[in-house]
């Protein structure tokens, strides 16, 4: 795909175009560093840039997706059930199954805490990006631990009726974050971090047909529509409606399908497994922001395993800025799968029409793709394969072009 982006930057051809439309259709694009352990622990952070992965001999990577090289390779004891960077991708955070949560610094590599409060029959991890940072975890008897990644002191303590199994978080409409906790009773509660107060609550009809508590899923990526799933049963939740609670909005949308590892794509878009058949499936979201009654409708499902292999992880990125409209190309899916045979890939669920053969629409086109998919050549990589040219990735130059950048 680089050297796809590559061509187009120099030219704007038939032959391009053909190039760029095959991009138009679901496609591996990077197939990162791993090892033959199971990775079971996949999330995006620093933007979406960088990628960070657990498996369940301990390694725990984190790539970054620009370019495909790993950032962080580090190992903890025991399999790894959860992992998180935080929103400037200085800080990486797993918890394992023998428990403890464990926080790397990104630009050193070094080990900076260890939370041996976190036990390991317990779940929840995220980093909050509050003025100051935050990280919150699943801590003794249901609890939750919010603390201060500046000064790694404790901010507050929450008590979830029922505990909690899941976290997330989402904006409370102006600037500010709110936490979001799941309960093994389906209780979704929203609460203000700084005082520990709870602002609202709705009660989800979970079955319990997960077996563990981290098969318990509730995810938002920083929007306000969130996916819950209890391992059986998936829905969609419009979390702003814990606090705005005039709004006629209903409070949650069953899926009406049972889907394995469901991830939400920003407001508008859900992805998640079928592990029997290999396949990940698309859902839109619609309207993007209620209080209309939202509509969940599917899109297509794409075959992504083979030779026997099951999906183990999965997660989607929230979609970045791009060009947005009726006649804008359309927008970058970009969602990472791991497999049983321990590969870790990244794959963009584009479905689109086929491109016009104009200067413009490829111009289009590749704004498109290096704001919601950049893949750019490292000056070893370059001088390896295009040694006749000077290094001017097309992506870099194609967003110096519209105002943007990539750092």
Request: net charge neutral.
């Amino acid at each position: 795909m680089a050297l796809a982006l590559e061509a187009a930057g120099l030219a704007h051809t038939s032959e391009v175009a053909a190039a760029l439309n095959r991009l138009r259709s679901p496609h591996p694009v990077t197939r990162f560093e791993t090892e033959s352990a199971p990775v079971q622990a996949l999330d995006f952070g620093g933007e979406g840039r960088f990628l960070i992965g657990g498996d369940t001999s301990g390694r725990v990577r984190v790539w970054d997706t620009y370019t495909g090289r790993t950032r962080l390779s580090a190992r903890v004891q025991g399999a790894v059930t959860e992992a998180v960077v935080n929103y400037g991708a200085d800080l990486a955070a797993v918890r394992g199954a023998r428990g403890g949560v464990q926080v790397w610094d990104l630009s050193t590599g070094r080990l900076v805490r260890t939370f041996a409060s976190a036990p390991g029959r317990a779940a929840g991890l995220t980093f909050v990006p509050k003025e100051k940072g935050l990280l919150a975890f699943g801590g003794r008897g249901g609890t939750v631990e919010v603390w201060d990644t500046a000064t790694w002191s404790r901010t507050t303590t929450l008590h979830p009726a029922g505990g909690s199994v899941a976290l997330t978080w989402f904006p409370d409409g102006d600037v500010f974050p709110v936490l979001a906790t799941l309960s093994p009773r389906g209780n979704v509660d929203a609460w203000d971090m700084d005082n520990g107060r709870r602002l609202g609550t709705v009660r989800i009809p979970v079955t319990g047909g997960a077996s563990t508590a981290v098969d318990y899923v509730l995810d938002a990526h920083g929007d306000d529509q969130a996916v819950v799933s209890d391992g059986t049963t998936t829905w969609v939740v419009w979390l702003k409606k814990l606090i705005i609670n005039d709004w006629p909005t209903p409070d949650f949308r069953p899926l009406g399908r049972t889907v394995a590892l469901p991830s939400v794509m920003g407001s508008n878009g859900l992805v998640a497994a079928d592990s029997k058949r290999g396949r990940v499936m698309m859902w839109g979201i619609d309207p993007v922001y209620p209080p209309e009654i939202p509509e969940v409708h599917y899109l297509f499902s794409r075959p992504i395993v083979t030779h026997g292999s099951q999906i183990t992880a999965l997660v989607a990125r929230r979609q970045s800025t791009g060009d947005f409209g009726p006649d804008a190309p359309p927008e970058r899916l970009p969602t990472a799968v791991a497999l049983t045979d321990g590969s870790v890939t990244l794959w963009d669920l584009t479905q689109g029409a086929q491109l016009a053969k104009s200067k413009q629409a490829i111009q289009d086109e590749l704004f498109q793709l290096c704001s919601g998919m950049p893949l750019i050549l490292t000056p070893q990589e370059w001088k390896k394969l295009i040694p006749e040219l000077p290094y001017a990735p097309a992506c870099v130059e194609v967003m110096k072009e519209r105002g943007g950048g990539h750092d």
